[in-house]
């Protein structure tokens, strides 16, 4: 499972909404069958959450991405430990996109 990219409104900064979002997610994704959640970022503040630097090489993304920044948390016990090979874009049966999706206060 991909996380990100994740964002958070500059004036809203600071206030843990970041994290609060990630930890949610973090828990949504416990209740699947997904062994680990990959994303590309910031290692000290992913970190937080309990995400880790991949060894360079074990996962390749399309494009360009730097590969210090590839950090994994498992769902699963050691799910990370034998995790390797390309991301590839998913398939799936509907279109999703957010960009009809409001900003704000619901």
């Not at 004036?11 to 069958?33: K, N, P, S």
């Not at 074990?58 to 034998?82: E, H, M, Q, W």
């Amino acid at each position: 499972m991909l996380l990100g990219p994740l964002a958070v409104q500059s004036d809203q900064r600071g206030r843990g909404i970041g994290i609060a979002l990630m930890q949610h997610g973090i828990e949504a994704a416990r209740a699947t069958d997904y062994g680990c959640i990959l994303l590309v970022g910031d290692e000290p503040y992913y970190a937080r959450a309990g995400f880790t630097r991949l060894p360079p090489g074990r996962v390749r993304f399309p494009g360009p991405v730097d590969v210090s920044r590839i950090l994994g948390l498992s769902l699963k016990p050691n799910a990370l430990l034998s995790l390797t090979g390309d991301i590839r874009r998913a398939h799936l049966d509907h279109a999703v996109c957010a960009d009809g999706a409001a900003l704000g206060a619901a």
